[in-house]
């Protein structure tokens, strides 16, 4: 099969909410192109439309106008049934929160995509990923008894076992001290980068978008330009500029 030109394209892509009488743009006309095994950052003040971006992108939630192709897959009209499909096998997602179901075991939680898809886990391909991502040895803990960098890591783990066409996180380091979450991220980037995943991090951290490729900015629901390459003084006075608290 050939490879798609993009892993994420948007096209005039709007998400409007009810306020009031009228109506809020969390994402207002927004087009953008990503291209198949980058690492980009998405920045922006706090409700500028990073989460949302994120969301409809991986088709948690459906744009109110616009476009949205992932991988070859055109999301607009899709079924219900379809889109729950899509999201099982293109796309992982890292949740701040890690979102583990604390009945099952790491193993399982790592398992469960496969699993509501109805497909094999292949054991050789899952003892690699638990091994990349450093949880050899804690395959039957319930994560209450994981801290909260163990715990992201079966979250990715999660997000990576279907192999999906986009890895996508939405202030994956968030919840995390420093420290772990420079691990963390560093995880999250060569395991992504060794499978040849596309990966879309939101982050209010300059200096963990720094080790993005790009970083796209937000502000007010549009894109507010790029920085390719990017340092972290470049992004600390971007931020500057679009009136983010640092
Ligand atoms: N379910 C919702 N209902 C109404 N407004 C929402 C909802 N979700 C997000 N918004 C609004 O959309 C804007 C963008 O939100 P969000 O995408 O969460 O921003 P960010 O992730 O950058 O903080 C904000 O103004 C927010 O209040
Ligand atoms: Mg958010």
Known sequence: MMRAANAVRFEQVSRLYPNGPDFAAALDAVTLEIAPGSF?????????????????????????????????????????????R??????????????????LTVAENIRLPLVLAGRQADPEWQRWLIE?????????????????????????????????????????????????GDQVLEILRSTASQLGQTLVMVTHDARAAAAAERVLFLRDGRLHGQIIDPSVAGISARMLELGARA
């Open 132 to 180: 990349a991502v450093g949880l050899a040895g804690l395959e039957d803990r319930l994560p209450s008894a994981l801290s909260g960098g163990q715990a992201q890591r079966v979250a990715i783990a999660r997000a990576l076992i279907a192999r999906p066409t986009v890895v996508f996180a939405d202030e994956p380091t968030g919840a995390l001290d420093a420290h772990t």
């Open 86 to 103: 899509f999201r099982r096998t293109q796309v992982g997602f890292v949740f701040q929160a890690y979102n583990l179901l604390g009945h």
């Open 40 to 84: 980009t950052a998405i920045m922006g003040p706090s409700g500028s439309g990073k989460s949302s971006l994120l969301n409809v992108a991986a088709g948690l939630d459906s744009p109110t106008h616009g476009r949205v192709v992932v991988g070859d897959v055109e999301l607009a009209g899709m079924s219900v049934d379809d889109l729950t």
